[in-house]
């Protein structure tokens, strides 16, 4: 059972990127998949979900506006764009899966952890 994400790299302000979330050895289905970030000297923070149905989103308040979370069951994939992208955009992104979006408020509630990909946002 693994989590990969991808994507991830060097962009400069206002540029875009999209991560990727992979499974292998089980399905996505029937999973909520959340994003998270960790900043050098900062605590992990959730950044979006979406639910194993694709009808419920969340995305944190700094990102409203600029990432879109969407799911391509068939690939067994979530992605993440990023757009606008700030320098305060700037961690190491995690995906993660779980029962519900609750997950991405309640770290507890996370089953599986991806191993991250770097963003770095700098001119």
């Known amino acids: 059972v693994q989590l990969q994400a991808s994507g991830g790299g060097l962009v400069q302000p206002g540029g875009s990127l999209r991560l990727s979330c992979t499974a292998s050895?089980?399905?996505?289905?029937?999973?909520?998949i959340g994003w998270f970030r960790q900043a050098p000297g900062k605590e992990r923070e959730g950044v979006s979900c979406?639910?194993?149905?694709?009808?419920?989103?969340y995305y944190d308040d700094s990102v409203v506006g600029r990432f879109t979370i969407s799911r391509d069951d068939a690939k067994n994939t979530v992605y993440l764009q990023m757009n606008s992208l700030k320098p305060e955009d700037t961690a190491v992104y995690y995906c993660?899966?779980?029962?519900?979006?609750?997950?991405?408020?309640?770290?507890?509630?996370?089953?599986?952890w991806g191993q991250g990909t770097q963003v770095t946002v700098s001119s």
């Open positions: 979406i639910s194993s149905s694709s009808a419920s989103t």
């Open positions: 050895g089980f399905s996505l289905d029937y999973y909520a």
């Open positions: 993660a899966s779980g029962d519900t979006l609750a997950m991405i408020v309640d770290s507890e509630m996370v089953r599986y």
